[in-house]
C-alpha cells in the first residue's frame, strides 16, 4: 500500500493550531470534510475519539495515529497534521506527538485499514524522515517528503 494513494494533498495542515488531543483530532476531521471526503462529519469525530477513548493512539516515538472506523465514509480516507508545539497524546512512551496521522475507513473494510496502519508504522520507524517532516514548513513539502519516502 502507497499512502499517497489515499492522502490528498490537501488533507495535510502544517501547523496543527490546536494544542491538546481532542481540539488537534477535531481539526483533522474538520479538514477532512473541508475536502468534501467524510458523509458525516460528527459521526466520524464520535468514532475517533471513541476508539481514543479505549486505548490511547499515541504510539510513541512523537507519533499518534488516530483512527476510527464508521458508516460516514465510503472509503479510507487520511489526513495528516504537523504540531510545531508538542502535543500531549498520552503516548505509550509518555512523551507528546508531533505527528499526527488520522485514518478514516468504512466499518466493513478491515483490509486496507490495517494496511494503512501498517505502512504508516513502518515509515515513522525511519527517525531521519520523521525529522524532516517534524520540520517541513507547509503542508506542500511534508506531502512532497512522503511521497519521496514511498517512492524508495
Known sequence: MILTQILRPNCIKVPVESREKKPAITELV???DANRLLLDKDVVLQAVLAREQTRSTGIGGRVAIPHGKCKAVSE???????SHQPIDFESIDGKPVTIIILLVSPAEQTGPHIQALARISKLMLNEGFKEKLEKAATAKEAYELLNEQEGR
Open 76 to 82: 479510507l480516507v487520511m489526513a495528516i497534521g504537523i
Open 30 to 32: 474538520d479538514l477532512l
